[in-house]
């Protein structure tokens, strides 16, 4: 008898041990297809569904980190900003020290003008990474577009500094410059884009913006 209790008690508690691990196990299976589908609905451009996928995960796991990620990116691909913020806020709440979700937090916030947001939470990340691209070219697109241009100028030279070849922030410079009535150092830098990129609208119309004067 007593035997016989001894090998229940064992029993019992080699199910208890197992059981959680094929519990894991089923679930950790779930989340694979279901990203693996997102994937691919993704790939093909059906971001409804690749959301939809993903959603299902934190079904599953309302903690997941990677997937609360990935539906901010969906979102955001969507045309969904305020819920592509929402996501990224999250996933940065779930990982206090990370930059990848402020930076995916950087793209809702440029799509929806939201200009005084992108530059504080750009400076947020730069305060971790002194040199972030995706912190900085964001940083000196948004003080532009508050008219703060003497800012956005020297952040647009420092990143021409460390990417001397970077059409968008030649760009980005030209166009500081012409707001701020420097048509010289416009043109040249209009120019430069246009001898490598001969058809740049951008540079093209910033061009035609100086020979007008507007």
């Not at 609905?41 to 599953?60: H, M």
């Not at 400076?123 to 940083?139: E, G, P, W």
Request: net charge positive.
């Amino acid at each position: 008898m007593y035997l016989k209790k001894l090998y229940s008690s064992i029993a019992m508690g080699l199910l208890l041990l197992v059981a959680p691990v094929e519990i894991y196990s089923a679930d950790n299976g779930k989340i694979g297809e279901q990203f693996e589908e997102s994937f691919i609905y993704e790939a093909a451009g059906n971001y409804d569904a690749a959301l939809n996928s993903v959603l299902r995960v934190l079904r599953i796991d309302q903690k997941h980190y990677t997937a609360m990620l990935r539906t901010g990116w969906l979102a955001y691909l969507k045309g969904d900003f305020s819920a592509a913020e929402k996501y990224y806020r999250k996933a940065a709440s779930l990982a206090p020290d990370a930059i990848e979700p402020r930076q995916g937090l950087l793209l809702p916030l440029v799509a929806a003008k939201k200009w005084l947001e992108t530059e504080s939470t750009a400076r947020k990340i730069l305060k971790t990474d002194q040199k972030n691209y995706t912190a900085y070219s964001k940083l000196a697109y948004a003080l532009f577009q508050q008219g703060k241009y003497g800012d956005a100028k020297i952040i647009y030279q420092n990143l021409l500094n460390w990417y001397p070849s970077d059409a968008d922030m030649k760009l980005g410079l030209a166009w500081t410059y012409q707001r701020m009535g420097r048509t010289g150092d416009a043109a040249r830098y209009f120019k430069e884009v246009l001898e490598v990129y001969q058809t740049n609208q951008s540079a093209l119309a910033g061009m035609e913006a100086l020979r007008s004067g507007k």
